[in-house]
């Protein structure tokens, strides 16, 4: 069946933001694919990244781990862990976040299996705290991370993260060492250890001004027109009438809407664009639909398809949305389709 909503995604663009940051971090970078690759499709972004030479994923569930069978072994790990109704995977690490999941993991055995682990550095979110290292004795860990709660603010918790970090690094063995998500690579290598693991600057997202000019756009919605319209002077478009026509005005209704992940701080803020020509948004944005004016393009139709400017740090400052969840939102009603 026809889908009049689509996702354009830009495997170039993922592929150079992937060696971009793993050019600026000096190390392997893996990919955060979590989310289903923050929206864009975790099979099929998993292998673009695949062609473009990364060789470790990480997801939050068994669930997520499960549809990524095509994976080569031993190149992804399950950042949640090894939980109460988890299974592992045969190739398939988990991350071991707490005590309690060690144990399961020395239970279900055999002792030299590989698995990462997450150690806390002051985020006190998932992850073995700094005192019970101890109870690592007799695992084989394959990467040892801790997350960086800060790293896209330049405040002293980064440096104290590294530093608890660098101890860490002393004190328990492992294979490799990882601390550094899309924020902490444009922190600096400082920060890059043996692998970084970014997720949201692969996909578009800027969460430093470091990170303008290296990472480029992935991600494009694309949405039809359903119908074409003129409003007259004086009169309103869209729920509780918040745009007003000051003169005829032809409007555009497209099909996109909130339900979608274009959300409704995009109401009389977004844009869109047709052939080269801007086309402000106006009015609320409602489930399915929005209106966009359309003067400037005399020569739209029913039919033709308009992109919505989405460049995430534009689109976040636009929508009030965090870069992240403006990637994640992105519903199921979306065609994705790489180029
Ligand atoms: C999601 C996640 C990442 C990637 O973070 P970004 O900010 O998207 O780069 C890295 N490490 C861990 C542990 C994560 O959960």
């Known amino acids: 069946m026809h889908q009049p909503l689509a996702l354009r995604c830009d495997a170039a663009a993922l592929a150079g933001n992937f060696h971009h940051l793993q050019n600026l971090a000096g190390v392997p970078a893996g990919a955060a694919i979590k989310a289903d690759a ?6 099929e972004a998993a292998r673009h990244l695949l062609d473009a030479g990364c060789r470790d994923f990480f997801v939050s569930t068994w669930w997520e781990a499960a549809e990524l069978d ?23 690490r988990p991350v071991l976040v707490s005590p309690e999941q060690i144990v399961r993991w020395k239970n279900a055995g055999p002792p030299d299996a590989p698995c990462d682990v997450m150690i806390d550095t002051g985020m006190n979110r998932l992850g073995l705290r700094a005192e019970d290292i101890d109870l690592l004795e007799g695992l084989s860990i394959h990467t040892l991370h801790s997350h960086l709660a800060c790293a896209d603010e330049d405040i002293p918790v980064n440096d104290r993260q590294l530093e608890a970090f660098r101890a860490l690094r002393s004190a328990v ?122 003067d400037g393009a005399a020569d739209i139709r029913e039919g ?28 199921s009603r979306f065609r994705r389709y790489w180029i």
């Open 70 to 92: 095509f994976l080569p072994p031993d190149s992804l790990a399950v950042l949640h862990g090894l939980g109460v109704n988890d299974a592992a995977l045969p190739g398939v």
């Open 173 to 294: 063995p492992a294979q490799r060492y990882s601390l550094a998500n899309s924020a902490g690579i444009l922190l600096g290598r400082d920060y890059a250890f043996d692998l970084v693991r970014p997720g949201l600057a692969l996909y578009g997202g800027i969460p430093r001004a470091e990170g303008r000019g290296l990472v480029r756009q992935v991600a494009t919605p694309e949405a039809q027109i359903i119908q074409l319209r003129t409003v007259p002077a004086g009169e309103t478009v869209g729920y509780n009438a918040t745009f007003a026509a000051a003169t005829d005005t032809r409007i555009a209704i497209i099909n996109i809407g909130y339900a979608d992940g274009y959300w409704r701080g995009f109401s009389s803020r977004g844009m869109a664009r047709f052939q080269g020509r801007e086309l402000a948004v106006v009015g609320r944005v409602s489930m399915d639909l929005v209106a966009l004016k359309v």
């Open 304 to 331: 033709d398809w308009v992109e919505l400017a989405f460049d995430l740090e534009h689109a976040a400052q636009t929508s009030g949305m965090s870069q992240y969840e403006l990637l994640t939102g992105l519903g």
């Open 38 to 43: 923050y929206g864009l499709g975790a099979r």
